[in-house]
């Protein structure tokens, strides 16, 4: 199987979207949704950002290579009546049965970053959108001294190095390099904006039990416990994790956790 569909495909990303709910839905209000926008949401998971989307009134397709996620995505949208709201599979790499020009807005949180292949993302994404519609993206920062680029690094030291070619999805957080990828796809380089902002993780346990939710549930952590095992190092790893989600945790109740995470937010105007 495809190492980037097998990757997301283990475990339950939901299990970790259900503790960024509140962020997908600021992100979304920021946005400035209206009624009848035509927004792609690539990457989108079970609907962190394309539910919200919808309950504004948006047409929102949701596109991701899980098909567990999309699966719930459907299951949501179907249980709260959207009827403007439907998820498929696909790949951010290549949207095959996606029309030119077909979005006013194509947003991906910590989504199309991951997908293989940038410069055919960043076209791609180019491809599918209006012009004078907008490409918004969230990415994770390398090098961010914040939650999930610590729990990429951390998780980094575990694993075997990646495969020969690999381009890290933490490129995402470049901006010199999010800017040739977009230059590369047409766009002029004054048309791409950069802000830093903050997406917010609750967790209802302690940061020990959301470390857990992580080692779980959350595909790139799987296999980072995975290589760890395999090294006698799991216990290890699981240590290193929790004092990092110990020391991000801003909530004044110890049995709760909430950690502010800073990312690249990246605006595209097409
Ligand atoms: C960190 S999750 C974020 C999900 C969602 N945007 C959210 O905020 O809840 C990354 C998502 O990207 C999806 N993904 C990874 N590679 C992809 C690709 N090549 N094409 C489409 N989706 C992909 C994963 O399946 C997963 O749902």
Known sequence: MNPNKALWEKGDFTRIADTMR??????????????????????????????????????????????????????????????????????????????????????SMFGAMFAPRPLDVAREMVRVTRPGGRVVMGNWIPGDPTLVAQVLKVSSAYSPPPPEGFVSPMTWGVEGTVVERFTAAGVPKENITFSRATWTFHSPGTPGGFVAAFRDYYGPTMNAFDAAGRAGRAADLEQELVALFESQNRSPNRDVTTIPATYLLVTVAV
């Open 22 to 107: 509140e962020s997908g839905e600021e992100l979304v209000r920021r946005l400035g949704v209206t009624p009848g926008l035509k927004v792609l949401d690539l990457g989108c998971g079970d609907g962190t950002t394309a539910i919200p989307a919808a309950k504004l009134g948006a047409d929102v397709v949701g596109v991701d290579i899980a098909r567990k996620l999309v699966e719930s995505g459907n299951r949501w949208a179907a249980a709260l009546g959207l009827g403007n709201c439907r998820f498929q599979e696909g790949d951010a790499s290549d949207l095959v049965g996606l029309s030119d020009h077909a979005f006013d807005l194509v947003v």
